[in-house]
């Protein structure tokens, strides 16, 4: 089966921290660009994190820069997410994203309250 599953979202206080996992089956996650994305309440989706099939180049969006991480490891067919100094407006649903195939994951809430 093609799917891309995330997990390690939950509830955190603000200044913590939380690492996503995706994990892909069905698909050779090696050749592919991977992606994070995230949805908050009311808002368009947006893109947080991109990173390369080699994982040679990352890019990140403004908000998120020198707080999140993007790494993966392709012979566990997994792509990550670390995210530290956590902000009540990270708050979203956040999403993997095969960026080639446009394949989606089902999503993780990450919750960022005190």
């Known amino acids: 089966q093609v799917q891309l599953v995330e997990s390690g979202g939950g509830l955190v206080q603000p200044g913590g921290s939380l690492r996503l996992s995706c994990t892909a089956s069905g698909i050779i996650l090696s050749i592919n660009t991977m992606a994070w994305y995230r949805q908050a309440p009311g808002k368009q989706r947006e893109l947080v994190a991109i990173?390369?099939?080699?994982?040679?180049?990352?890019s990140y969006a403004d908000s998120v820069k020198g707080r999140f991480t993007i790494s993966r490891e392709n012979e566990q067919k997994t792509v990550y997410l670390q995210m530290n100094d956590l902000k009540p407006e990270d708050t979203a649903v956040y999403y993997c994203?095969?960026?080639?195939?446009?394949?989606w994951g089902q999503g993780t809430q990450v919750t960022v309250s005190s």
């Open positions: 990173i390369t099939s080699g994982g040679s180049s990352t």
């Open positions: 994203n095969a960026v080639s195939i446009n394949l």
